[in-house]
């Protein structure tokens, strides 16, 4: 089992800025991709962005532009930034990996609010 742990989360003015952290634990299957989902209340869980080996960067359509993914092998860690944040973004975001086996594993979440 790989134990992801988020942290980043908080409270934020629309227009602002947003760095997003995630580490994993050491795992004897290696992971292949890692990324950011989330999901507002009342809301299906949303891609976000990503970032694998094979094909590096991805990002879904509402953050396109204004997200940065990036990942540290060495670390086992991801990171996400978001700027220009927007009262929208406002979700609890939540960070995943997938191994090798295939098998997908989630952290707890951690909440962003855009507001003034």
């Known amino acids: 089992q790989v134990h992801l742990v988020e942290s980043g989360g908080g409270l934020v003015q629309p227009g602002g800025s947003l760095r997003l952290s995630c580490a994993a634990d050491?795992?004897?299957?290696?992971?292949?991709?890692m990324g950011w989902y989330r999901q507002a209340p009342g809301k299906q869980r949303e891609f976000v962005a990503s970032f694998s080996t094979r094909h590096g960067a991805d990002y879904g359509d509402s953050v396109k532009g204004r997200a940065t993914i990036s990942r540290d092998d060495g670390k086992d860690a991801v990171y996400l930034q978001v700027d220009n944040l927007k009262p929208e973004d406002t979700a609890t975001y939540f960070c995943?990996?997938?191994?090798?086996?295939?098998?997908?594993?989630w952290g707890q979440g951690t909440q962003v609010t855009v507001s003034s």
């Open positions: 995943m990996c997938e191994t090798v086996d295939l098998l997908e594993h």
């Open positions: 050491r795992s004897s299957i290696s992971i292949a991709i």
